[in-house]
């Protein structure tokens, strides 16, 4: 049932574009076909796959890094009344930092590497991840802690069997939230640092005003997200939450 809205939507980006392809010149809007020509000569020189990996791996250690930060923070704010008045003002004012001024500081501070990047990635995005878990420990069901209490539950089996199940969602969710972060943080810090990675592609292509080759990178790069939703996220969402029933439809009165 899930497929056809799906497809149609997938359909309907596809004749937007084109009817703005249509209405607007190439230099503005270029059409499907010398885009996905252009992505067709970065695959076929080595250029795409060098880039994507690049950027690839800087994400992937960025959200590394955001998820311990996050899950750290948000659990000490879930579970201490002062950890939580602590912490407080510091994820707000990390929510608040714009992305470029993490990349521009860790830059400044670390120098034009890798390492410079992946703790911009990892520092700008966990204040997001740090929300999620904290209001997830404080909406978590309490009576079926008490409950494993009563049967003589250890700890461990509560923290398995209780807690963690019904974190597993915010978990899921604030990790899903925290990659789209990270892939916009970490073209930032490509566009004005490194010299490698998708962000860098895209800064010298606009320096060459070739819109063909900025639609082509960034098709590139939604079709990786793509991959990394359906080909891993879903399935691991899928089988870590399988406990939980379907959302019913909605029975309107009549």
């Known amino acids: 049932m899930t497929t056809l809205p799906r497809v149609l939507s997938i359909a309907s980006l ?14 503005i809007v270029p059409g499907p076909v010398p885009v996905f020509k252009a992505m067709g000569r ?8 060098y880039h994507l990996y690049k950027t690839l791996l800087r994400v ?22 002062t950890g939580e008045s602590f912490l407080d003002s510091w994820v707000m004012v990390g929510l608040t930092v714009p992305a470029i001024v993490y990349s521009i500081v860790c830059l400044l501070w670390f120098g034009l590497n890798e390492m410079a990047a992946i703790i911009a990635i990892g520092t700008a995005a966990f204040p997001a991840v740090s929300i999620s878990i904290w209001q997830g420990i404080k909406g978590m069901d309490m009576q079926l802690v008490g409950m ?10 509560i923290i398995r069997k209780i807690i963690f199940p019904q974190l597993i969602p915010h ?3 604030s990790m899903r939230y925290a990659l789209g972060i990270c ?11 490194m010299s490698s990675g998708v962000g860098f592609e ?5 320096g060459l005003f070739s819109m ?19 080909l891993i996220f879903k399935p691991i969402e899928q089988r870590l939450t399988r406990w939980r029933s379907g959302v019913p439809a909605i029975q309107w009165a009549q």
């Open 202 to 206: 895209l800064n010298y292509w606009f």
């Open 148 to 157: 494993g209490q009563a049967f003589h539950l250890s700890k461990s089996a």
């Open 14 to 27: 596809l004749i937007a574009w084109l009817i703005l392809s249509a209405v607007f010149p190439p230099t």
């Open 42 to 49: 970065n695959i076929a020189s080595g250029q795409a796959f």
């Open 171 to 173: 978990i899921l969710a």
């Open 60 to 81: 992937g250690l960025g959200l590394i890094l955001t998820m311990v930060l996050g899950i750290a923070v948000g659990t000490i704010m879930g579970l201490s009344p």
């Open 212 to 230: 063909s080759q900025v639609f082509a990178w960034t098709l590139l790069f939604l079709l990786v997200m793509f991959a990394i939703e359906y």
């Open 183 to 193: 892939w916009k943080i970490c073209t930032t810090v490509e566009l004005i640092g």
